[in-house]
Nanobody, 118 residues
């Protein structure tokens, strides 16, 4: 299983970035997909999630600014980030998870760095 995150970079406050996470080795459409982030010196936090049935959820601090979406045909999940703030600076990780009976499947990507600074 591989989750390949990309799209991070340096952006000024108020700018936008789109993160992508391409999955392989899983039946992508059956997995819930989640973006997490970890800022320096802080714990990893859930940013946005999209279920296999396209239900979405966001941490309060990004509601109205970030949008998570998925394209099952392309095995890819996206995170559109608008009106970025310095406090959004973090390494962003994608996660794929599902439960099947008593089994839990949980996979992580390698992370992509987002830096918001003027």
């Amino acid at each position: 299983v591989q989750l390949q995150a990309s799209g991070g970079g340096l952006v000024q406050p108020g700018g936008s970035l789109r993160l992508s996470c391409a999955a392989s080795g899983i039946i992508f459409s059956t997995y819930d997909m989640v973006w997490y982030r970890q800022a320096p010196g802080k714990q990893r936090e859930l940013v946005a999630a999209i279920t296999s049935s396209d239900m979405t959820n966001y941490v309060d601090s990004v509601k109205g600014r970030f949008t998570i979406s998925r394209v099952n045909a392309g095995n890819t999940v996206y995170l559109q980030m608008n009106n970025l703030k310095p406090e959004d600076t973090a390494v962003y990780y994608c996660n794929a998870n599902r439960s099947l009976g008593r089994y839990v499947y949980n996979y992580w990507g390698q992370g992509t760095l987002v830096t918001v600074s003027s």
